[in-house]
Each structure stands twice: as structure tokens, then as C-alpha cells.
């Protein structure tokens, strides 16, 4: 959801703009970024051979970062395809859409200033996807069109609470809002529906489709959940940029929290585990415990140069297919609670939160240190921890609790092959000043190049959750099962899922199991790293 504030609704363990000013009006994403000093592999980065182009059109004069945050997300998806522009809506030219292949229109309401070119683009066939109200729009400003649309727009709909697509019914949270409610004609093709219930038969169109206009009751943005109606744009972005994509559905694994106090016999036992049925996975490590309270070892830092039988483990855990990828340098910052109790695995590390007084965990901002460089330079000691510890440097980097400052993206630019986690996004990037207080995390159904210019791989199913906390109920089997099938509705999806490897691993190997049986191919990083450079 969109918070301001701000609350932050994330699941424990788990878990960013190239430079503040990259998002102004005309920025494009999905181009490499420039090569500097900390580049790890340049030969990785994201440099499709044959990348789409498509236009995004937003209403750079309503001042709304809510609808800023939405815009930037909308790109992120479509950096999955090919390279993106963001345009003023109210400015846009036939020259600035021509050549492109695909010009999408993000209203911000129904009054939303609009080019008379836009429209001109859409009625003259151009391929045009318009996310939410606004249409009158058309009827004012080409009749001819809209009549030959037949469709028609009524009041908003209230209370819709799933979506159904291609056979699934997807959850959509009330809170996200009324939809604008259209008629189509006989003429269009109905993508999928909006009810009030899962089982509702009074349902409502969400997605449609007339020739090249392609429309959704929203940009589904607010208010998210794992595998939820924002799949039916991220699918249909197959039909505008990809029409000729295989149908395939894949997934990944990731062991989280991994730290120097592990216990190797667990890491060893999961290994086997998942290597026995032949699935690829990853470790997500941190290479310094810190415990600055003393709560749990009487403070004292260990590194993993000082565990050698946990290096001893994360080496066979590589030999048997395992990816170990940084995830933080301690997970924890300073030497107070951040929220918890300061202790690794625990804290944030690049953001500052507290828990409330009705135990949620609240997001305060950035820290008052971080900046680019002290973001690199933490990354390079922790680089120098995996290196003492005779550990092959990661490529690959998710940063503690999915939470950064976007001076700490500018920090790791060029640093990694890939973030592998969900991403924070901020209101205001495409004006260059990203706000703290409007921000949101975002899940993926398959690997992007997102707005801050970096290769993005996917977690979009949680984790399981033995027993609730801080206002979260505890997740079974049976819904990260249920996420996976959801995420199934994507012709090409990475089911994506961590898992803490302290716990018993039967339930991580159940779920393993049903994907498996349903058909889910498991990848490793490099796979999906190497496809988006191809």
C-alpha cells in the first residue's frame, strides 16, 4: 500500500533512483548506467539487443506524488520489456509517440489535463494502454472515435473486492477505492472483471480492449498484495510489447537472514534438501553479527572469518547450486534499536523505523548519515568481511527489510549485477525530489530494470511465517501455494519465495513440492540475469 507517515506493513527478514534528480519528466530507464570505479561485471548489465520502447504519459501539473509513486511503478513493469520515457500528458506530441510501441496514459482523474495529440495518437491506431478514469476525455476531444468505441461511462463502481482473469480470481483490497465504470460495446473484447466478492455474479469490467486501445479500471498501485489484480497489467503487458511470448512459469528460492552465528548443520540439511530435488536457490548473507546492547551474546562482533564451519557450509551450500548474495553488511544500524533490539538479522540497516504503541513498525526516514558515499563505503567493508572470509565476491545484493534511502541506490549503482528483493519508490522521483513520506515497496511477477536504472530480480510471495507479529497473522503453506498458482495468471512468471533456514524446513519443502507438481521450473539468479542481457 502507499503510506505516508509512515506505517510500513513488511514481513520480518525480509526484506532505490541512479541519482536524486534521474526522474525528471524525460528520464528514461531501462539504458545501462554509466560505468564507474565500483562496476562488478559491466558485461551484465541490462543491454537488450532488441529492447521496445514504450511512452509513458502522466499529469505532471497535479502535484500528486500518490499519483507520481503509481506512474514510476507502472514504468518499473515495463521495464521488464525494453526501455521507458515519461512525457507530460498535457504535452505529449504525435512526434514524441511515433516510434514508439506502446504510449501508455496514467490519469490522475477525471479531469486530468490531456494533449489533443494523445487522443490523435489513439483514434489514428497508434497502440495506447490507458490505466483508469478520464475517458469523457475522449468523447470530447475525438466524438468521431469515441462513438466508433461504443462504450460508455456511468458512475464509479464501489466495493469491488477481486478481479477476474484468465480463469483466476485475483484479491483486490476495497480501501484502493471506487472504479470508473464503463459499458463496452458489442465490438470489445472483455479482459477481465471486477466483482464485489470472489463469487460474486455481479461483476463489473476492469480490462478491455477495442483495436489498439487497451484500458484498466486503475494503475494497481494501492493498497497491493502478493499475486493481486496488479497481475492482469502485468500480463497484459505480453499482448502490447511480447504477443508472441511461450507460456512458461517459473520460480526461485531464497534462504534468508544467513549471518555468521548460523548453524551449519541446518544450512547443510536445507542444501541437500532442495539439491535432492534438483532446485536452484540462493543465501541471502550477511557478512558481520553485531549485538551493540548485548541482548544476545554480551555484545560482542563476530565476522564470518571468525565461523569458519558456517564459510564451511555457504561453500558446499555453492557447490551443490547455491548463490550467495549480500544482504546488508550487519542488518542492523548504530547502536540502538532500530526497531527491535539493535541486533543483526533483526534491524534495518539503510532506514530508520520504530515499533508504535498499537505494534506496527513504523518507518521514519533515512538516516541522518546516509548518503552515497557512506553507503558504498559500508558495502566495500562488507565486501572486504566476504573476501577475509575467503568467500567468492556476491554479484548479486538485496538490501535488510526491502528498505533504502535513495542516496543508498546511488551508493551500489554499478556495484552489483542485480538487487534480487522488493524495492522502496518515493513520491516526487519524477520531479527529482523523492519524498520519504509518500513511499512504497514494490513486488514484481518477473525480473525488470526498474526507474533507478538497476536489473530488479523478483520476491513476490512472502515467506512463511510460523507465528504473527507486529499486526501480521502467521502464513501457511496453503497460501504461499495459493500466491504461487495466482502468480500463474503471468504467461511468463518467477514465483518468487524466502525462507528462514533456523526454522524447520518442512514447510519450505511442501511448498517446493506443490510448485514442483504444478509444473514450476526453479531458476538460479544467473539464469534470470543473463536472459535480461539477452
Given at each position: 500500500m502507499i503510506l505516508v507517515g509512515i506505517i510500513l506493513v513488511f514481513v520480518f527478514g525480509r526484506d532505490a533512483l541512479s541519482r536524486p534528480v534521474a526522474g525528471r519528466i524525460d528520464q528514461e530507464i531501462g539504458s545501462p548506467s554509466a560505468v564507474g570505479d565500483n562496476t562488478l561485471n559491466s558485461d551484465l548489465r541490462p543491454r537488450r539487443s532488441n529492447p521496445t520502447h514504450a511512452v509513458v504519459a502522466w499529469d505532471a501539473t497535479a502535484n500528486d506524488p500518490h499519483h507520481e509513486l503509481a506512474v514510476v511503478m507502472v514504468g518499473n513493469l515495463l521495464g521488464h520489456f525494453g526501455e521507458v520515457s515519461f512525457v507530460d500528458a498535457a504535452t505529449i506530441t504525435t512526434e514524441t509517440a511515433t516510434g514508439s510501441d506502446l504510449v501508455v496514459y496514467v490519469s490522475a482523474g477525471e479531469n486530468s489535463p490531456i494533449s489533443?495529440?494523445?487522443?490523435?495518437?489513439?483514434?489514428?491506431?497508434?497502440?495506447?494502454?490507458?490505466?483508469?478514469?478520464?475517458?469523457?476525455?475522449?468523447?470530447?476531444?475525438?466524438?468521431?472515435?469515441?462513438?466508433?468505441?461504443?462504450?460508455?461511462?456511468?458512475?464509479?463502481?464501489?466495493?469491488?473486492?477481486?478481479?477476474?482473469?484468465?480463469?483466476?480470481?485475483?484479491?483486490?483490497?476495497?480501501?484502493?477505492?471506487?472504479?470508473?465504470?464503463?459499458?463496452?460495446?458489442?465490438?470489445?473484447?472483455?479482459?477481465?472483471?471486477?466483482?464485489d466478492s470472489a463469487r460474486s455474479s455481479l461483476a463489473a469490467p476492469y480490462a478491455l480492449r477495442f483495436d489498439n486501445l487497451t484500458w484498466l479500471a486503475e494503475a494497481p498501485f494501492a493498497y497491493t498484495t502478493e499475486a493481486d489484480r496488479g497481475l492482469v497489467l502485468a500480463d497484459t503487458l505480453f499482448d502490447l510489447l511480447a504477443p508472441e511470448h511461450d507460456e512458461r512459469h517459473r520460480g526461485m528460492v531464497r534462504l534468508e537472514d544467513v549471518g555468521p552465528t548460523a548453524n551449519p548443520a541446518a544450512l547443510r540439511r536445507i542444501s541437500d534438501e532442495l539439491t535432492a530435488r534438483d532446485v536452484p536457490f540462493s543465501i541471502a548473507v550477511y557478512p558481520v553479527w553485531m549485538d551493540p546492547r548485548g541482548r544476545y551474546n554480551e555484545g560482542h562482533a563476530i565476522r564470518?572469518?571468525?565461523?569458519?564451519?558456517?564459510?564451511?557450509?555457504?561453500?558446499y551450500m555453492k557447490s551443490a547450486g547455491g548463490t550467495v548474495i549480500m544482504h546488508g553488511v550487519t542488518h542492523q544500524l548504530g547502536d540502538g534499536p532500530n526497531p527491535y533490539h539493535g541486533a543483526s538479522g533483526e534491524d534495518f540497516e539503510f532506514y530508520v523505523a520504530h515499533v508504535d504503541d498499537d505494534d506496527n513498525v513504523v518507518l521514519d526516514g533515512p538516516p541522518a548519515i546516509a548518503d552515497s558515499a557512506w553507503t558504498s563505503d559500508r558495502i566495500v567493508w562488507g565486501l572486504a568481511e566476504f573476501a577475509d572470509a575467503g568467500l567468492d565476491r556476491p554479484t548479486v545484493f538485496e538490501f535488510p527489510h526491502y528498505a533504502a534511502h535513495w542516496e543508498s541506490y546511488v551508493g551500489i549503482e554499478d556495484m552489483f549485477d542485480a538487487r534480487y528483493e522488493r524495492t522502496m519508490y518515493f513520491g516526487g522521483l519524477l520531479r527529482g525530489e523523492p519524498n520519504h513520506r509518500v513511499a512504497d515497496d514494490q513486488w514484481y511477477p518477473y525480473p525488470v530494470v526498474d526507474f533507478y536504472g538497476e536489473l530488479v530480480l523478483p520476491e513476490n510471495m512472502g515467506n512463511y511465517i510460523e507465528v504473527g507479529y507486529n499486526n501480521h497473522s502467521s502464513r501457511g503453506v496453503d497460501e504461499l501455494v495459493a500466491i504461487s498458482r495466482r502468480l500463474g495468471v503471468v504467461r511468463d512468471s518467477v514465483a518468487s519465495l524466502f525462507f528462514h533456514p533456523y526454522l524447520d524446513p518442512e514447510p519450505l519443502l511442501d511448498v517446493v513440492d506443490a510448485m514442483l507438481a504444478d509444473g514450476v521450473e526453479f531458476v538460479s539468479p544467473s539464469q534470470l540475469i543473463l536472459e535480461m542481457n539477452s
Open positions: 489533443t495529440d494523445l487522443i490523435r495518437w489513439t483514434s489514428d491506431g497508434g497502440p495506447t494502454l490507458w490505466l483508469g478514469g478520464g475517458l469523457d476525455q475522449i468523447a470530447t476531444l475525438a466524438p468521431d472515435y469515441f462513438d466508433r468505441l461504443g462504450w460508455s461511462v456511468g458512475a464509479p463502481n464501489s466495493g469491488l473486492l477481486a478481479v477476474d482473469y484468465r480463469g483466476t480470481s485475483l484479491p483486490r483490497d476495497q480501501r484502493a477505492g471506487d472504479l470508473p465504470a464503463v459499458t463496452a460495446s458489442a465490438g470489445t473484447e472483455v479482459l477481465a472483471t471486477a466483482t564470518l572469518a571468525d565461523r569458519p564451519e558456517v564459510v564451511a557450509a555457504l561453500e
